[in-house]
């Protein structure tokens, strides 16, 4: 059944999350669904990402370890939410969210326990909680698409900040109510302050940009030559060329990733963390250390052509290692400041 938001604005987090055209669901579905015969052993999973992509996961946890898997699907910021909503009340042992952000707001409120040393140890620190409360699982980079029959690699921008040039005009797509475009606006004011991120979105909005509603319409249309470049998470182009029984060098659209240290090449993660509820569960601890085992973190670079965050798991094919990428230094556990990324997005005019 559906998971029932009972009061949207029952705190500032909720209000923020749930800002009536700023979250993006995409494909994302809001049924619970069983992984595995009930039994003794048995957790809940609020999943913010997609069942599509992360069932095939649980089901190979649940013929491993014989720990049955509810999982409850939404957005990842549907899920923060509903958490922060439940509080103490919440059924869920475990969140699987989309990005560092939501795992941050909800880790302000203290709902997690933290991870043991032995756990979060294999994740490099720049994609864990520097409390140990949660950890990544995986990770993606922001990059500009672009069709290479429209734009040269000699006219790429060397900083994102550079597509408000009035040479981009009306040539740039964008998602607005993309979680992964608000995490990239939120870095911006982190890394620059909101002034910048102000002037960044004026600049963005006043150059005419193809709005569309997430990563995937982006590059089809980069793709089709309809956009000559937009903003995307990575993967995206991994997934199309899997689709189409092609390899990611052979599509029209390449990726262009930002160096030295712009906001544009922030790196991101999806990850877990557990709640307090489940702190002596070992059902619960064994389903985050099958995510950063070696079949998870092969699973992730292999089928959704995400970054592996655990050393010895090759990464995916067609980009750059991890550790090559120039990423900002921005630390993650920064990225919970969503409800004023939202204001800043909606007082720029980029949504309605």
């Known amino acids: 059944m559906p998971i029932p938001l009972r009061r949207a604005t029952a705190t500032m987090i909720a209000a923020g999350l749930l800002s009536v055209g700023l979250v993006a669901c995409g494909a994302e579905d809001e049924a619970g669904t069983e992984t595995g015969a009930a039994g003794d052993k048995q957790i809940t999973v609020y999943s913010g990402r997609n069942e599509q992509l992360v069932k095939p996961l649980l089901e190979k946890f649940t013929a491993q370890t014989g720990i049955a898997v509810q999982a409850r699907y939404a957005s990842t910021a549907q899920l923060a939410a509903q958490l922060v909503e439940e509080g103490d009340r919440s059924p869920a042992d475990v969140f699987l969210a989309q990005d560092a952000g939501a795992l941050g707001a909800v880790s302000k409120r203290e709902m997690f326990t933290a991870l043991p040393a032995a756990t979060v140890d294999k994740v490099p620190a720049t994609y864990r909680a520097g409390n140990s409360h949660w950890v990544g699982v995986s990770a993606r980079a922001r990059v500009l698409a672009y069709n290479a029959d429209k734009v040269t690699e000699a006219e790429l921008p060397a900083s994102v900040f550079e597509l408000t040039d009035p040479k981009w005009k009306g040539k740039v797509g964008v998602a607005p109510t993309n979680a992964s475009f608000q995490a990239f606006v939120t870095a911006i004011t982190v890394q620059h302050g909101e002034a910048r991120a102000k002037e960044f979105l004026a600049g963005l909005k006043a150059n005419d940009p193809?709005?569309?509603?997430?990563?995937?319409?982006?590059?089809?249309?980069?793709?089709a030559g309809t956009v000559p470049v937009g903003l995307i998470n990575h993967y995206y182009l991994g997934e199309v060329a899997k689709e189409q029984g092609a390899t990611v060098d052979s599509l029209k659209a390449k990726l262009h990733f930002f160096a030295g240290g712009d906001t544009g090449g922030l790196v991101n993660v999806a990850g877990v963390g557990v709640l307090k509820r489940a702190a002596d569960n070992p059902d619960a601890q064994a389903f985050v250390d099958y995510l950063l085992g070696p079949e998870?973190?092969?699973?992730?670079?292999?089928?959704?052509f995400e970054y592996p965050v655990v050393d010895g798991?090759?990464?995916?094919?067609?980009?750059?290692?991890?550790?090559?990428?120039?990423?900002?230094?921005?630390?993650?556990?920064?990225?919970?400041g969503l409800e004023s990324t939202i204001t800043l997005i909606k007082d720029s005019g980029l949504v309605p």
Do not use: M
Request: net charge negative.
């Open 313 to 336: 798991v090759t990464g995916p094919a067609g980009v750059p290692a991890l550790a090559e990428l120039q990423v900002p230094q921005i630390d993650l556990n920064d990225l919970d």
């Open 296 to 304: 998870a973190q092969a699973y992730f670079a292999e089928q959704t």
């Open 210 to 223: 193809q709005i569309r509603d997430g990563n995937g319409k982006i590059l089809e249309d980069v793709i």
